[in-house]
């Protein structure tokens, strides 16, 4: 959709439920418009497009649920692999410290039942861990918009969701990057970002606020929007 921006809002009580209503009010967020982290104190940032492409339409509804510790990132990822399974920009994953995962997602999902793409769960956690997980993700089949969810924690580690096998396969067209941007602001650092020329459009940004305001994004570039 032309004319879209980027905007970020903070929900600090009940966090999870409040963003979910949020993004259910029109003009509604449709997939690969909206990235959420979900922080272990209960509150909630988002990222998301405006306007939203699924306007007054229900269609699809935003949901969430929290998977407990130790083994959230997986029972997570099987979660989202069950009918009628989430696609592309329609699934927003947090992997916390803890080992407990909160997920916002779009239901029904658009893939169904198929089995041509399947939801996977990675950790990285060496030296330059984001860098680790931007490699990754442009190495070939290479995933594209809305095909990836990242947490990029405070201790230095990162977990990752992803799609496979990526729908940019061996293309070059567009490659992923990332940036951190410090607290306190980091969360209109990351808006600015985005919004200038080109834009990030539908799923070419997966972003992530601190509780101590600063922000990491993981972004396709060039951006499409």
């Excluded at 990162?158 to 067209?173: A, F, N």
């Amino acid at each position: 959709m032309a004319n879209q921006q980027w905007q970020h809002s903070e929900f600090t009580v009940n966090g999870e439920q409040q963003a979910v209503a949020f993004l259910n009010l029109p003009l509604r967020q449709g997939a690969g418009e909206a990235s959420v982290t979900l922080r272990n104190n209960g509150s909630a940032g988002v990222m998301w497009l405006e306007p939203g492409s699924l306007g007054f339409g229900t269609e699809q509804t935003w949901q969430a649920s929290e998977f407990p510790a130790p083994n959230g990132a997986q029972d997570a990822v099987n979660f989202l692999n069950e009918p009628a399974r989430q696609g592309a920009g329609e699934a927003s994953v947090t992997l916390r410290n803890d080992g407990s995962a909160g997920l916002i997602w779009l239901e029904p999902g658009s893939l169904g039942d198929s089995t041509r793409q399947a939801w996977e769960v990675t950790e990285f956690s060496g030296g330059d861990a984001e860098q680790e997980t931007v490699n990754f993700l442009n190495a070939a089949p290479r995933q594209g918009p809305g095909e990836a969810s990242v947490t990029p924690r405070g201790n230095g580690t990162v977990g990752l969701v992803y799609l496979e096998p990526g729908s940019l396969g061996e293309g070059t067209e567009q490659t992923w990057q990332r940036k951190d941007f410090p607290g306190p602001n980091g969360a209109q650092a990351v808006l600015n970002f985005l919004n200038a020329t080109p834009p990030q459009g539908h799923g070419e940004a997966t972003c992530f606020v601190r509780n101590d305001g600063s922000a990491a994004v993981f972004y396709l570039e060039p951006g499409t929007g």
